[in-house]
RNA sequence: GGGCGCGUAGCUCAAUUGGAUAGAGCAUCAGCCUUCUAAGCUGAGGGUUGCUGGUUCGAUUCCAGCCGCGCCUACCA
């Protein structure tokens, strides 16, 4: 769920910016290295006792992602029991980091495997990455190194000679004011054992990103969505020909709040380079968790402490396989609104039903994702999400078939009502003009919230505009009967207002990612 | 201890960057389908915006101090 919140926030903005004519590349990190991947080898080879062929054998099941999350909750778990056991996972760590082994290339098996599978439920949202950067080749390709040398050179990171964190190289913590003479004040980049940290290497990368670090991945074609559009990953060798990535000139990372340090490090570490344009441009698109209400918790079947009944929202957590995935969700989303949809329209086809079902189901969750405030944590809670009344995708989705009902029954098009040749100053004047001016008004404001969006980084102002137009619309529905209406010009005027507001909610929904149905 | 964020109706959230009587949804109650689809509409109840001060013509918004909650504060990523 966490992962939804992030792809449906961060698409919404790509497609914010696109929208006002800003070029986006769309990268998804991909954290191959490092004790998680070095868990799921272990939890495979180790506690499933599966060979290399058998591994193979279950990357090609449908949902493998699925036997992960519950091996990687078995791995915790066993460490867990035993201590001592923490050492298989050290040994898997370094035999991964050293390459050239079956741990290695059993890594390298399941984390492609589970990236492949991340794509098909992100594409299932329609959402679509240009280009997958993995840490392996951040590694590989020396671009730490390259990132070492700058760093040590501009002495933005020091050696420490003394105390607890003697031998390692560190930089100033950027939430402290003091000096980094502190111990608290400082942040290890390179470990006393030489290996690089996380912040580190994401110095590295996004001196990559802005084109400042001298040295650029190899690239692969890895995976054609069904549009076409081909997405790449880094390779230590890669194809001759491929498209250019990096030195961009703004960054927006959505990551979540709990980030929020390391990624100013990671900033002030720029900025230190001497790079000031580049860390101003620098964003972090921080938003927070997506956690479960205790009554939803409890409802998927998790013992909860008389404290966590308490809270008001309970962290999920992969280690406990205390979650909700989010493909679960989709199917359940879609399930119910496929329910809804057969017993509106016996006459449509199983397959028309399915189509339509998913539209609204998809419209359901990105506006549910939506609707918060990027600050705002979500409680979770599948009754709030599954509900398809009040503030909800498929309310505005609503607005905008009966909007097109109306045209398809009077079998005129909506652009044409647009033409017409309408007195506006007749039928907006007086009292009952000023509450269709309104509509006016509101629908006019569609480029002024996408500017206020991108300004401030929050989709959630785009989601409640959408909200509000439809709410108005819905209200003019009901108070003018427009087939019905026996003046002619008065008719058209409606015809207009009806045109122009469905007209902006679609593009509204759009910049969403949610489409209209036909019907619904 | 330090850093960041939050506190608004029973619940979940808004409030267009300091403007008019603080708004929605859910839930509760009362109504509206022979009509362009009721996934809708109308109405009712529900508020000392955590507390105390300050700045201002005006504060949910800005400032200070308290109280409460969350996250971060790893030689994890």
């Known amino acids: 769920m966490g992962h939804l919140r992030n792809a449906i926030l961060g698409y919404t903005f790509v497609r914010l910016l696109r929208s006002a004519g800003t070029h986006v590349d769309v990268q998804n990190y991909i954290d191959n290295t490092g004790v998680h991947a070095a868990d799921v080898v272990v939890g495979f080879t180790r506690l499933q006792k599966n060979s290399k062929a058998e591994i193979e054998k279950l990357i090609r099941q449908p949902r493998f992602d699925y036997l992960c999350w519950d091996v990687y909750t078995r791995v915790s778990q066993w460490y867990e029991q035993d201590k001592t056991n923490l050492q298989v996972r050290l040994d898997s760590l370094h035999a991964i980091e050293q390459g050239g082994n079956e741990a290695a290339e059993i890594g390298e098996l399941i984390s492609t495997a589970v990236l ?43 050696l420490v000679t003394e105390g607890k964190n003697k031998g390692c190289w560190v930089m ?9 003479d502190d111990e608290e004040n400082q942040k290890v980049i390179v470990r006393s054992n030489e290996t ?13 990103k ?12 890895f995976f054609k969505y069904p549009d076409g559009h081909e997405v790449w990953i880094s390779a230590e060798q890669g194809e001759a020909q491929h498209p250019h990535f990096g030195g961009v000139s703004a960054i927006y990372n959505v990551i979540d709040s709990r980030q929020a340090d390391p990624q100013n490090n990671v900033i002030e570490a720029i900025r230190a380079l001497g790079y000031e344009e580049q860390a101003r441009h620098y964003h972090h698109f921080s938003y927070e968790m997506v956690a ?17 009944e308490q809270k008001s929202y309970i962290e999920v957590s992969g280690r406990k396989g205390f979650g909700v995935k989010a493909d679960d969700l989709i199917d359940t989303l879609i399930a119910a609104s496929q329910r809804e949809v057969e017993s509106r329209h016996p006459e449509l086809s199983q397959q028309e039903c399915t189509a339509i079902a998913a539209a609204i189901a998809i419209g359901a969750l990105r506006y549910f994702m939506l609707k ?8 979770f809670d599948v009754k709030d999400a599954l509900s398809f009344e009040g503030e909800t995708g498929p309310y505005a989705q609503y607005a905008c078939v009966r909007a097109l009902n109306i045209f398809r029954k009077a079998g005129i098009d909506p652009e044409k009502a647009l033409a017409e040749e309408i007195n506006y100053d007749q039928f907006l004047a007086g009292e009952e003009g000023n509450e269709i001016w309104e509509l006016w008004l509101a629908a006019s404001k569609l480029g002024y919230t996408v500017d206020q969006c991108i300004a401030t ?16 619309f819905n209200n003019f529905y009901h108070k003018h009967h427009i087939l019905t209406e026996t003046d002619e010009a008065r008719k058209k005027f409606l015809l207009a207002t009806t045109a122009v507001v469905r007209r902006e909610l679609v593009r509204a929904l759009a910049l969403m990612g949610i489409a209209v149905p036909a019907v619904m």
């Open 116 to 158: 492949r599978r991340h794509l098909e439920t992100m594409l299932r949202l329609d959402i679509e990455y240009d280009f997958l950067p993995r840490e392996s080749e951040i590694l590989h390709l020396h671009f730490w190194e390259a990132a070492f040398a700058l760093l040590k050179e501009k002495g933005v990171v020091t």
């Open 172 to 180: 100033k913590r950027s939430s402290s004011s003091e000096a980094a």
């Open 196 to 208: 690089v940290t996380y912040v580190g290497k994401d110095i590295a990368y996004h001196l990559w």
């Open 210 to 221: 802005f084109g400042l670090l001298g040295r650029d991945f190899g690239y692969r074609k």
């Open 292 to 308: 479960l209400t205790p009554r939803c918790a409890a409802g998927l079947g998790y013992q909860l402490s008389p404290e966590d």
């Open 372 to 379: 918060y405030t990027k600050a705002s944590v979500i409680a």
């Open 457 to 472: 980084t929050e989709p959630a102002y785009l989601a409640k505009y959408a909200f509000q137009l439809a709410q108005l």
